[in-house]
Nanobody
């Protein structure tokens, strides 16, 4: 079982930056692929980024490539999502998730989400 808690969301103007954090329960986080997803009002949840358990490989949705960076610190059991050049269309609830194996497919554990609002 992996417990995930997101933080760092908030209100920011377009062009600004935010850094989201996801704290995972100890002893298990280092062997999991970690991902970030988001869900905007009236839309389905979508993939944003993922990072391998070692932190050496990352994956991004085309919509955030070049603007967002995912990273992890296994010593702190924490995954980060640095979001730069934010746009109003990035407004959503952002969720952290974990799974074993490939970054693709269904994720087994989810956080409660953190709201990100980008004003124009």
């Amino acid at each position: 079982q992996v417990a995930l808690v997101e933080s760092g969301g908030g209100l920011v103007q377009a062009g600004g930056s935010l850094r989201l954090s996801c704290a995972a329960s100890a002893r298990t986080s280092s062997i999991y692929t970690m991902g970030w997803f988001r869900q905007a009002p009236g839309k389905e949840r979508e993939f944003v980024a993922a990072i391998s358990w070692s932190g050496t490989t990352s994956y991004y949705a085309d919509s955030v490539k070049g603007r967002f960076t995912i990273s992890r610190d296994n010593a702190k059991n924490t995954v980060y999502l640095q979001m730069n050049s934010l746009k109003p269309e990035d407004t959503a609830v952002y969720f952290c998730a974990a799974k074993r194996g490939s970054w693709q497919g269904n994720y087994d554990y989810w956080g409660q989400g953190t709201q990100v609002t980008v004003s124009s």
